[in-house]
């Protein structure tokens, strides 16, 4: 029985496919930032994408180390230690985003998705605002309104 074991999808291919498949898959979406492919592959490869960003947001050796062996290309690996590290560093976890297509692919009628980062240039939809980040640029909001002169209304709120 297969009770409480960790549910991956096969996606009719080996171990070894599967694997190679995604680690092309993770270096593509690191160079183009957004890939059209199938639902279920971009539900499998949202997992290893997010696990690669947590390796870079580390920001050390040991995380460029481990990232290197999913990344395939060297050039991809330094994009994601100096670009999407930091950009995801105030972010816990979620920077991927799936979105199912209207049409499914014609030869086959699959459902196909759109897997990108989240808080990029030119995004399909805008990312909520992390907590870390609203705190970090909003805590003084009612300060920096009043030095601008600007009075807060008498029902509404300063702080968010």
Do not use: C
């Amino acid at each position: 029985m297969r009770k409480r074991l960790a549910q991956f999808r096969k996606l009719g291919r080996t171990p070894k496919h599967k694997w190679a498949m995604l680690r092309n898959m993770v270096t593509s979406l690191i160079k183009h930032e957004r890939i059209e492919t199938t639902l279920p592959k971009a539900k499998e490869l949202r997992h290893l994408a997010d696990k690669v960003v947590g390796y870079a947001k580390k920001g050390n050796l040991y995380g460029k180390q481990l990232a290197q062996q999913v990344v395939r290309e060297k050039p991809m690996v330094t994009k994601l230690m100096e670009v999407l590290g930091p950009r995801y560093a105030d972010r816990d976890g979620g920077y991927t985003r799936v979105m199912k297509l209207s049409r499914p692919r014609r030869g086959d009628n699959a459902p196909m998705a759109v897997i990108e980062y989240v808080d990029r240039p030119g995004e399909i939809r805008a990312a909520r605002v992390p907590e870390k980040r609203k705190q970090k640029y909003f805590n003084n909001l009612g300060e920096v309104l009043a030095h601008a002169g600007i009075k807060p209304l008498a029902n509404h709120q300063t702080s968010l």
